[in-house]
């Protein structure tokens, strides 16, 4: 299938969805947003409920906090989802993935993804994004570790997270 789709009234619009937790989002997660909004005519960020993992923050919080972090990108729309990737991508009638790759670490596991959800729905074609170099060692796991001991985490993520992340740790300097 080509990925070039009909949403409503706009015949050939690029449709991608960025899947993840974002538990919380990163400077690391925002950059490849801002990159793949240039590629894609439209970008939904597609915060999982994953019950595998115990979050920081709620499916509610975590989607609020991205709006706040991408509203200046008119083509960003954020959403959640609590069923497999492939069954969310159809209902959006999309048939592009966005995903991150840090390290080299990264692309076995994202491989497996990609290779799974091609399996389910061969119409669906995974886009890898390498990570701005800058940002290759940051996940928000080490985020909410340094946060927890009431490290710096300005550099990091972006304000309303920061605020978020003090909110729930206590009021230490982040």
Do not use: W
């Amino acid at each position: 299938m080509n990925p070039m789709i009909e949403i409503g009234d706009q015949p050939g619009l690029r449709v991608a969805v960025y899947p993840g937790s974002f538990d919380p989002v990163t400077n690391g997660h925002l950059d490849i947003i801002h990159r793949a909004a240039k590629v894609f005519d439209k970008l939904i960020v597609a915060v999982l409920n994953n019950t595998s993992k115990n979050p920081l923050f709620s499916v509610e919080e975590r989607t609020e906090l991205l709006r706040q972090a991408t509203k200046d990108m008119p083509n960003v729309e954020i959403d959640s989802f609590r069923d497999l990737l492939i069954n969310y991508m159809k209902q959006k009638n999309a048939h592009l993935i966005v995903r991150g790759l840090r390290a080299v670490s990264d692309f076995e596991y994202e491989l497996q993804l990609a290779s799974t959800n091609r399996k389910l729905c061969e119409d669906i074609e995974t886009f890898f994004m390498t990570s701005t170099p800058k940002y290759s060692y940051l996940s928000s796991s080490i985020v909410k570790e340094i946060a927890r001991f009431h490290g710096p985490v300005v550099d990091l993520v972006p304000p309303e997270v920061e605020r978020a992340l003090r909110g729930k740790y206590g009021s230490g300097s982040l």
